[in-house]
Antibody, heavy 122, light 113 residues
Framework: QVKLVESGGGVVQPGKSLRLSCAVSGFIFSSYGMHWVRQAPGRGPEWVALISFEGIDKHYANSAKGRFTISRDDSNNTLYLQMNSLRTDDTAVYYC???????????????WGQGTLVTVSS | DIVMTQSPDSLAVSLGERATINCKSSQGVLYSSNNKNYLAWYQHKPGQPPKLLIYWASTRESGVPDRFSGSGSGTDFTLTISSLQAEDVAVYYCEQYYSSPPTFGQGTKLEIK
């Protein structure tokens, strides 16, 4: 079955960096666009970034532009999010999620991981 | 960015009764070239990831019980649970994927009365 497992979260000081990973299985990873979506405590989900199925197109939320980098390793079925210059308002559960259609990106999500908590605090 | 506004913020419904959640977008999400509304509904239970229930505003995801239905077009949408079950207690979110960035509503917390 489809499985997405995030890792790499933790407590980090403002201004520091963190790299999240998402290991996937149960589907042809290289055929799908993949996203990172986060949810801060008490708030609704917020889309963070997309990487297209070919890895060519990358899109970011304004809050992530210039600080976060999404990437993928299709040979290892793994999605990444490199987060630099972290701020306290980046504190959230970070989910990786699969685009719900094969091929072209839709920005809707049919499978989500369990999430990994990132806490940015001094 | 398109702003998604849900109502109510919370809702208590008796078991077996109908639950209705509304979602309004600040601009239309109907793509005229394919006549599809780029609107999804998710169910989020504590300790679990969000689950896709409905996409294209009214298409039920595989495996979702048929008591869940979505309706609406343009800027106004509704998620209806026809006969509330105990396992439906959750927070429900609408999401527009018509334009980037995709945006979510603030959520509606559904409880048992």
């Amino acid at each position: 079955q489809v499985k997405l497992v995030e890792s790499g979260g933790g407590v980090v000081q403002p201004g520091k960096s963190l790299r999240l990973s998402c290991a996937v299985s149960g589907f042809i990873f290289s055929s799908y666009g993949m996203h990172w979506v986060r949810q801060a405590p008490g708030r609704g989900p917020e889309w963070v970034a997309l990487i297209s199925f070919e890895g060519i197109d990358k899109h970011y939320a304004n809050s992530a532009k210039g600080r976060f980098t999404i990437s993928r390793d299709d040979s290892n079925n793994t999605l990444y999010l490199q987060m630099n210059s972290l701020r306290t308002d980046d504190t959230a559960v970070y989910y990786c999620a699969r685009d719900f259609l094969v091929g072209p990106n839709t920005f809707a999500f049919d499978y989500w991981g369990q999430g990994t908590l990132v806490t940015v605090s001094s | 960015d398109i702003v998604m506004t849900q109502s109510p913020d919370s809702l208590a419904v008796s078991l077996g009764e109908r639950a209705t959640i509304n979602c309004k977008s600040s601009q239309g999400v109907l793509y005229s070239s394919n006549n599809k509304n780029y609107l999804a509904w998710y169910q989020h239970k504590p300790g679990q990831p969000p689950k896709l229930l409905i996409y294209w505003a009214s298409t039920r995801e595989s495996g979702v019980p048929d008591r869940f239905s979505g309706s609406g077009s343009g800027t106004d949408f509704t998620l209806t649970i026809s006969s509330l079950q105990a396992e439906d207690v959750a927070v429900y979110y609408c999401e527009q994927y018509y334009s980037s960035p995709p945006t979510f509503g603030q959520g509606t917390k559904l409880e048992i009365k």
